[in-house]
């Protein structure tokens, strides 16, 4: 028999699914006239292939508005606000959320590449700096 939660062939006589627990109502009975056979699932055939504008619910950033947000991004504070309002307001779709956070961390990383460089760059500097007066 096939169990009633998740619809797994068990043991004809299991009086629980051997895959996810779920107590079997018609397991006590150790012969079913009931038919064995799976229930007819709707079995959903491929779906059509869409184009990418259809695609409903999910907020697609058309380009018009990519331009926007990289005008946005490049004014030095309002960009950085904008993103953390973009990354973590609840308003806002999953695509542009995700474009802000990545865009969040790649400034970051950003900034702890030039930082490091700079005080790399200042030592070198420093240093080379320092020999001059020696000689
Ligand atoms: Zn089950």
Redesign the pocket.
């Known amino acids: 028999m096939f169990?009633e939660?998740?619809?797994?062939q068990?043991p004809d006589d299991a009086a629980f699914?051997t895959?996810?627990?779920?107590k079997q109502l018609g397991g006590s009975a150790p012969s079913q006239p009931i038919s064995t056979l799976p229930k007819p699932q709707p079995v959903r055939s491929s779906p059509p292939p869409q184009p990418a504008q259809a695609v409903g619910g999910i907020d697609l950033i058309t380009m018009g508005q990519y331009l926007i947000m990289f005008l946005i991004t490049a004014i030095p504070i309002a960009g950085i606000v904008m993103l953390f309002i973009w990354g973590f307001g609840s308003e806002t779709g999953p695509n542009k959320k995700n474009f802000a956070r990545a865009y969040l961390v790649m400034m970051a990383i950003a900034i702890v590449l030039g930082i490091l460089i700079s005080v790399v760059m200042g030592a070198i500097m420093a240093s080379i700096m320092g020999s001059m007066y020696y000689y």
């Open positions: 169990c939660n998740c619809g797994k068990i699914c895959h996810c627990g779920a």
